[in-house]
């Protein structure tokens, strides 16, 4: 018997709610495959967590998340906590502490789901983010607070190896696609140093793929492209600010941010990787029951590729497929299935 340590840990608003949900899927799933099993570990890291105890990771958190085979992960954010302390204190330690620069973001419309846009049905598209400095390095600061000659920087930081081991990644998914086209998202026109070595270094690694199709689009462009000729675009690689907007956009002409799925990769596999849902915590509609565990249910088959059940993932997202095509939709794609039932009928049909 296989066995996998994962961390849960929730978070905030909806998370709590769809982890749950993803668990039972997952303890139904391994149950039925018998051939491994998961010893799950639940962290209450989140902003109640943080009001009372003045941080989100107690001293020694990221040495005990080390040990484990994954990182469940479901949201961080509340209306009582500042946005950038709950991202800096929680998710970002976790990705940067455990050198997950790969994020990646795959979107396409699932059977029974009607995209808003018109030739949707040809997205099928997987978004590759750079997730470890950039425009997110936290770099920059603020002087002179409160005072008319204030002044904030926010500095964006782009290192060779960064930008190199994005790309390469980038390439080696694309070569294994049926298409084998890369699409590369800067805007060297007016962000002249940084997005220029994104540039050069891109051209410099195609040159050890040469099997694959590459392209450049400034990223304003990207998002009519996208939307007019959806069909043309396979992988996309951009930096942590441009392909996290841009995912957002595919997930949305996808049908619905609840179906879409993130890993947080660290491909060498020094570390765990994380695997999360892309819609955050949705505060407003959190408790009623009604939050979309599809995007939770796709990121736990993510997951279990990547700790090596590869089969277990695509049972999963066979079980997926089956539930979305019979049209048992949360509100968020025009149905009136909770949650519950959304994950019942997705149990059922593994």
């Known amino acids: 018997m296989r066995v996998y340590k994962i961390a849960a840990i ?42 009372e105890h003045g941080h989100y990771i107690p001293a020694g958190g990221l040495a005990r998340l080390k040990t484990f085979d994954a990182i469940f992960f479901g949201a961080v954010g509340a209306p009582n906590v500042p946005d950038h302390l709950s991202l ?5 330690p976790i990705c940067q ?60 930081v782009f290192t060779r190896n960064g930008v190199a081991r994005i790309h390469r990644f980038a390439f080696e998914l694309a070569q294994k696609r049926p298409r084998k086209h890369l699409t590369l998202v800067t805007k060297s026109n007016a962000q002249r140093h940084g997005m220029v070595l994104w540039d050069e270094i ?10 694959v199709e590459t392209q450049r689009i400034l990223v304003d462009a990207m998002t009519t492209l996208m939307v007019l000729k959806p069909a043309s675009l396979d992988v996309m690689v951009a930096s942590n600010l441009h392909a996290d907007i841009l995912s957002d956009l595919a997930a949305a002409l996808s049908g619905s941010l609840g179906i879409a799925p993130t890993a947080n990769l660290n491909p060498e596999r020094r570390f765990p990787s994380m695997f999360e849902p892309i819609h955050g915590s949705a505060f407003d509609i959190a408790g009623k029951g009604i939050a979309n565990p599809i995007a939770t249910f796709w990121t736990a ?4 590729e990547h700790i090596g059940e590869k089969e277990a993932g695509a049972r999963l997202m066979k079980a997926v497929e089956t539930v979305t095509a019979k ?7 025009g149905g009136d ?9 997705v149990c059922d049909a593994i």
């Open 10 to 51: 929730p978070g905030d608003g909806i998370g709590t709610e769809v982890i749950a949900a993803g668990l039972e899927v997952l303890n139904v799933l391994a149950d039925r495959d018998r051939g491994f099993r998961l010893e799950v570990e639940h962290f209450p890291w989140n902003s109640d967590y943080y009001l």
């Open 88 to 92: 800096w204190g929680l998710r970002l």
């Open 97 to 156: 502490g455990f050198d997950q620069y790969a994020n990646v973001r795959p979107a396409r419309v699932l059977p029974g789901i009607t995209s808003p846009l018109t030739g949707g049905a040809g997205i099928d598209w997987v978004v590759i983010r750079e997730n470890s400095e950039g425009e997110y390095s936290g770099s920059g600061g603020r002087v002179h607070q409160g005072l008319p000659e204030e002044v904030a920087t926010e500095t964006s």
């Open 202 to 211: 891109f051209y410099e690694v195609a040159r050890d793929y040469p099997e």
């Open 301 to 304: 088959a993510m997951m279990l």
């Open 327 to 333: 049209k048992i939709h949360t509100p968020d794609l």
């Open 337 to 345: 299935a909770t949650t519950e039932i959304v994950t019942s009928a």
